[in-house]
């Protein structure tokens, strides 16, 4: 039997440029969050223990079995009693390739799922701003979910939010609650990020919760920051501006489920008609 409602806390901080500092951040406000609000879930941003960008990704890569942010994390799961969704840290993999990884934590501290950004982030706003980070990092090839208190929860990492049949594959799959640690780029953020939150969300009528690190101005890459969690009703919950929040969320599955009932489009699906239309294609 699933839990009827979870406490979700999303911790929105600014990433610096000393590993060891972030690291001890990621300890203080975890433990200060879980004494303020008890949550069930504490989900930390894309790229948590290292500034974003091709300068750092190869310097600040280290294994997701048994490097210092792994161990860390496993051990500020166990002390706060929490499952922790670890952001994203640059992985080292064992042929030497790098990923940009989400590692998951459960309340024993025991690492129980791993998820690679699948789609990486190359785009090119013209004149703009650009950035291909297949340069340096590799793909990861599948798609990753945990289950928390009865809840299925799919993982997204930033860009991947963009893949709308990536979210409809997890909701197909069980999930209930998407959660995507991102970093969303100035020229992008400001015009995609709530509808994408909230597209996601009321397309699969799931609750989804994304978290950046804050706007840091003198950064390499500046995040638009604005972390956010989306009802099935495609409503915001929570959301921070720009600066250091933690943001907190109580999801609820009558609430979800109240929302599947009132517009079943999951039962009004017509997928025989699409298959055929595939046919035809
Ligand atoms: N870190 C990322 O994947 C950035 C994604 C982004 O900004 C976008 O517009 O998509």
Redesign the pocket.
């Known amino acids: 039997m699933a839990a009827q409602k979870l406490r979700l806390a999303l911790i929105q901080f600014t990433v610096g440029s000393d590993k060891a500092a972030n690291l001890n951040k990621i300890c203080s406000l975890v433990k200060q969050t879980c004494l303020d609000h008890k949550p069930n879930i504490v989900a930390l941003p894309?790229?948590c223990n290292s500034p974003?960008g091709h300068e750092y990704f190869n310097e600040y890569a280290e294994s997701i079995v048994d490097g210092p942010s792994v161990k860390m994390f496993s051990s500020v799961a166990k002390e706060n009693k929490i499952f922790l969704v670890a952001g994203s840290v640059p992985e080292k993999g064992n042929d030497g390739k790098l990923f940009?990884t989400t590692t998951v934590f459960n309340p024993d501290g025991n690492h129980i799922s791993t998820f690679r950004?699948v789609?990486?982030?190359d785009?090119d706003v013209k004149g703009k701003f650009s950035?291909q980070?297949s340069k340096t990092l590799t793909a990861g090839d599948s798609l990753a979910t945990f289950s928390a208190y009865g809840w299925k929860i799919g993982l997204g990492?930033?860009?991947?939010?963009?893949f709308a049949e990536m979210a409809q594959l997890y909701s197909r799959a069980g999930c209930k609650l998407l959660i995507y640690p991102?970093?969303?780029?100035m020229?992008?953020?400001p015009y995609?990020?709530e509808i994408?939150t909230r597209g996601r969300a009321l397309d699969n009528q799931c609750y989804v919760a994304a978290v950046s690190p804050s706007r840091c101005l003198t950064a390499s890459?500046v995040?638009?920051g604005h972390s956010i969690v989306v009802n099935p009703w495609g409503e915001i919950v929570t959301k921070a501006d720009e600066t250091d929040k933690t943001i907190v969320a109580d999801i609820d599955l009558n609430y979800l489920e109240e929302v599947r009932e009132t517009i079943p489009i999951s039962k009004q699906k017509k997928t025989e008609v699409f298959e055929k239309f595939q046919k035809e294609i």
């Open positions: 894309e790229c974003f940009n950004k789609h990486l982030f785009i950035f980070e990492i930033c860009y991947d939010i963009r991102a970093a969303f780029s020229a992008t953020g995609h990020w994408l890459f995040a638009y």
